[in-house]
């Protein structure tokens, strides 16, 4: 029997934290951020794993008018929509003034009220070789 091809912009990494399910709820688009619903139970996940997640949804913000939109409107909304599930701990900024490229910022904020702390940040970075 012939293994599914995948249609994934970049390959999805299968050691993710993830957990048999709603395979078919995400938005059949046949871009997938992961092969299945996916949990991050805290920071330790959110700084394993979130960055190969996060540089797929960057990747596809940049040829995909569409979900870069979703994405400003409520980035972890949207991971939700894809099946990313976030601790509630977890906020993301996606910041587009003041620079040449898209960057998402990952903060952790442990208490309501309490201080932010930066736990990533990552940036579309384009290069050529020769």
């Not at 993710?16 to 299945?36: C, I, M, W, Y």
């Not at 939700?80 to 599930?85: I, K, L, M, S």
């Amino acid at each position: 029997m012939p293994l599914p091809v995948s249609r994934s912009l970049i390959p999805v990494d299968t050691s993710t934290p993830e957990r048999a399910g709603r395979e078919e709820s995400r938005p059949n688009d046949g871009f997938d951020l992961v092969h299945r619903e996916t949990h991050l139970r805290d920071s330790v996940d959110v700084e394993r794993y979130l960055p190969d997640i996060l540089g797929r949804a960057l990747a596809r913000i940049w040829i995909d008018p569409i979900f870069r939109d979703q994405f400003a409107a409520g980035p972890v909304e949207t991971l939700a929509a894809y099946d990313v599930h976030l601790p509630e701990s977890i906020t993301i900024d996606f910041v587009t003034e003041n620079t040449p490229r898209p960057q998402v910022v990952v903060y952790e904020q442990r208490r309501p009220g309490g201080p932010r702390r930066r736990l990533l940040y990552l940036r579309l970075v384009m290069m050529a070789g020769r």
